[in-house]
């Protein structure tokens, strides 16, 4: 089968692998019909390797070459003893693979696991046509629910955990900063649950996109927001998500800047502000919460997606869009995966 695998810096290609093995006792085979480009592929494809493992992972013993791809949508076509799935079930995919016997683990906390592996990272993942992965990592999605949308579940689930480590943030009043596909995520499922969002970015593009879903900058004058949420990954991001808070207010970060950031305690002692990091997401709330959300809005969840590829064009058409001098006139591009067309269909901004 053909299969995008990162084999170094600058070095992801488009090229035949042997398909993987029949799935054995609770395991499923899934038949990939889409898989977003994350911004840690494209990373990893610049920058690389950060989470691409050159010796053995201690969890999946693989290392690179790997095949990318943790965004995945598809169907399951195969499955071993005890995997409770029939073949054709429409599922999306938990990335993360866990030991299960680390004191997080144990304690319900699988996305900070003490050996955490990661696929399309760590372990093969989903731009390539088949898979094979633990059972426990497959969610079946409704029917009715397209599996281009599905594709998003990943992305929403991290927004939703990002939420949840917020604790209760109904009725409160939220900006987020970043309007890229977690950032927009997050503040659609913050505006679904009810409450003020306001989306800030440095830039224009993804400002313009902020807006075609109804959000708004917070004004110099407007009252200072009770949360923020730090989705961008800038090295500067964290210092003004503190700045920007309300006093005795709460800031969580997301993204991952690549260099180290500088922040002012004086801001967190005197003015009692709170901080959280977030990583993952967990299958339930979070996942479960992100699907129940793309079923029930798929036409506004679908609109962050800006363009779709085949599995052939996804270094130029995805890989080097995302990194090039328009990438951030798009929020997400998914890559199509099953049949490998080889057409495009863009609603690129």
């Not at 306001?198 to 993804?206: G, K, L, N």
């Not at 992100?290 to 270094?315: C, D, F, G, K």
């Amino acid at each position: 089968m053909k299969a995008v695998r990162w084999h170094a810096r600058h070095d992801v290609r488009y090229e035949r692998i042997p398909e993987p093995p029949s799935p054995g006792p609770g395991e499923v085979m899934v038949e990939v019909a889409y898989c977003g480009i994350c911004g840690s592929d494209v990373h990893e494809y610049l920058y690389g390797p950060t989470q691409v493992p050159t010796a053995p992972h201690p969890l999946t013993g693989r290392r690179a070459p790997v095949v990318l791809g943790h965004e995945v949508a598809g169907w399951v076509a195969e499955t071993g003893p005890g995997a409770r799935f029939p073949a054709g079930t429409p599922v999306v995919l938990n990335a993360l693979e866990w030991c299960g016997r680390c004191r997080q683990c144990l304690a319900g906390a699988a996305q900070r696991c003490e050996i955490l592996g990661h696929i399309g990272m760590s372990a093969d993942g989903g731009l390539a046509r088949f898979l094979t992965v633990p059972a426990e990592m497959a969610v079946a999605v409704p029917a009715s629910l397209p599996l281009d949308v599905a594709a998003l579940a990943e992305p929403f689930a991290v927004a939703a955990h990002a939420i949840c480590r917020a604790g209760d943030p109904a009725g409160r009043r939220c900006l987020v900063l970043g309007a890229g596909t977690i950032g927009l995520a997050t503040a659609l499922l913050l505006r679904e649950a009810g409450n003020e969002v306001f989306v800030a970015d440095a830039d224009s593009h993804r400002l313009a996109a902020a807006a075609e879903h109804g959000f708004g900058e917070l004004g110099a004058a407007s009252q200072s927001p009770d949360l923020v949420f730090e989705c961008a990954g800038g090295q500067t991001a964290p210092g003004a998500a503190l700045q920007l808070v309300a006093p005795g207010g709460l800031v969580v970060l997301t993204g991952l800047p690549g260099d180290l950031s500088q922040v002012d305690a004086r801001d967190l002692v005197l003015r009692e502000l709170r901080v959280t990091g977030s990583v993952g997401h967990v299958v339930d709330p979070d996942l479960t919460s992100a699907i129940s959300y793309l079923t029930a809005h798929p036409s506004q969840a679908r609109r962050l997606i800006t363009a779709v590829v085949p599995l052939a064009e996804t270094v130029r058409g995805g890989l080097d869009r995302l990194s090039g001098p328009d990438r951030r006139s798009h929020t997400k591009v998914l890559v199509q995966v099953a049949g490998d067309v080889t057409t495009e269909v863009t609603g690129k901004r």
